[in-house]
DNA sequence: AAATAAATTAAACAAATGATTAATTAACAC
DNA sequence: GTGTTAATTAATCATTTGTTTAATTTATTT
């Protein structure tokens, strides 16, 4: 068995090669779809050495689920927390950061919605993801905003499902959109890049509306 | 084998009931997570008679698989055509049909956004979907419009992006917003059926803006 | 350098899973 | 009713796939 006092900085390379593999594999094809050879051949490592290091295809899985959420809920957390920033600024930086983060990341998204689906083990009960926006700056400066007559709607859910909607679906049916419009990877992205001027507006036009 | 001129009407309920609960279980987790025997036994039949019927899981899967896709465009596509309405009452009935759609069938959105990702065998090549938003009076109407300077955003996908990523993200992110909002099944449905009057007012409000 | 522990490998195992076979039952034609 | 075809079943097959084992190589310690 690995004992973890002993690996030294150097030799966590195996380790970490077959982290970013499954990485990879899980968020392409879900965890269903993967087999652990596909991860061991794409890190160039011996198909034991998956189970050597982390036990079990299910075990591997949860630390690349955990990390992947994490992930994707740093930079929003971050941004909706800043004491600085207005609401509106918020949003601006909200879409910024996505749009280029699922540009980056064009496999986390939908891999997330369809794991977290398949339950994931109840995942969505042990984050503490209602706190962290309960909580959060974004969401008192939505409630004053309310209270102040600036925002038609009150339900702080409805801004949310439209800002996350009108940034992440258009990744999500991309194949559809891209179908639709005749449009080869670089001209989606130029569509996304567009969208991050576009949502900032257009949700600012929503918000005074009843 | 099974000769298709022989099977009488009657006796067709073997075949369905193949079918049916093969599209419960595809759409619920998807082609790899799906076992034939899940499928046989929801169909409360014997495991070689879907084969028997269908060949193999790939063959039924991808006839569950146009019929969702074909079901999912054929709501859509008759809004879109339609000579009599506007425009502004096309968004309205697009929200209204589709949220209600998708209200009864949870699954299919992140099914076939999911399946198709995963190719499924190009099938965003073979379905003439450019063509039907092309040749749609929908599509007619927009450009109009864009002209006549009742729409800022020139580009109809963007429109389109727009109009689906209100209605159909929440769904998709649906144990999400659970999560955040802390709400059941119910109060979820509830917020849904309040985004039937939202989202084309809000829509409306988005098209004014540049 | 010898001894010990960790890392790696090839091979094999056991369970799951899609598919088939051969036998049986039910339906239908004449 | 008899014979023929279709439908159904239980059993089995062949692969795939997650995991383990036992041996070997590499690294570390003393």
């Given at each position: 068995?690995?004992?973890?006092?002993?690996?030294?900085?150097?030799?966590?390379?195996?380790?970490?090669?077959?982290?970013?593999?499954?990485r990879?594999?899980?968020?392409?094809?879900?965890?269903?779809?993967?087999?652990?050879?596909?991860?061991?051949?794409?890190?160039?490592?011996?198909?034991?050495?998956?189970?050597?290091?982390f036990?079990?295809?299910?075990?591997?899985?949860?630390?690349?689920?955990?990390?992947?959420?994490?992930?994707?809920?740093?930079?929003?957390?971050?941004?909706?927390?800043?004491?600085?920033?207005?609401?509106?600024?918020?949003v601006?930086?909200?879409?910024?950061?996505?749009?280029?983060?699922?540009?980056?990341?064009?496999?986390?998204?939908?891999?997330?919605?369809?794991?977290?689906?398949?339950?994931a083990?109840?995942?969505?009960?042990?984050?503490?993801?209602?706190?962290?926006?309960?909580?959060?700056?974004?969401?008192?400066?939505?409630?004053e905003?309310?209270?102040?007559?600036?925002?038609?709607?009150?339900?702080?859910?409805?801004?949310?499902?439209?800002?996350?909607?009108?940034?992440?679906?258009?990744?999500?049916?991309?194949?559809?959109?891209?179908?639709?419009?005749?449009?080869?990877?670089?001209?989606?992205?130029?569509?996304?890049?567009?969208?991050?001027?576009?949502?900032?507006?257009?949700?600012?036009?929503?918000?005074?509306?009843?």
């Open positions: 068995m690995a004992k973890k006092k002993l690996i030294k900085a150097e030799d966590a390379s195996t380790e970490e090669k077959i982290k970013a593999a499954a990879d594999v899980f968020h392409k094809k879900g965890y269903a779809a993967t087999r652990t050879r596909d991860i061991a051949e794409k890190a160039g490592i011996n198909l034991a050495l998956l189970n050597y290091y036990r079990s295809k299910e075990k591997l899985f949860d630390i690349i689920m955990l990390e992947t959420v994490f992930e994707f809920m740093q930079s929003m957390a971050l941004v909706m927390n800043d004491n600085k920033s207005s609401l509106e600024k918020k601006e930086l909200i879409t910024f950061n996505y749009i280029d983060f699922i540009t980056r990341e064009p496999n986390i998204p939908i891999f997330m919605l369809s794991e977290i689906r398949n339950n083990d109840g995942l969505m009960e042990k984050l503490p993801i209602r706190q962290l926006v309960l909580n959060s700056i974004f969401f008192k400066q939505h409630q905003a309310v209270v102040k007559g600036k925002i038609a709607e009150p339900d702080p859910l409805h801004f949310l499902m439209n800002i996350l909607g009108l940034i992440v679906f258009p990744f999500i049916a991309k194949p559809l959109f891209k179908g639709i419009g005749g449009l080869n990877e670089n001209q989606f992205n130029k569509l996304m890049q567009e969208r991050k001027k576009l949502v900032p507006v257009w949700i600012k036009a929503m918000i005074k509306v009843k």
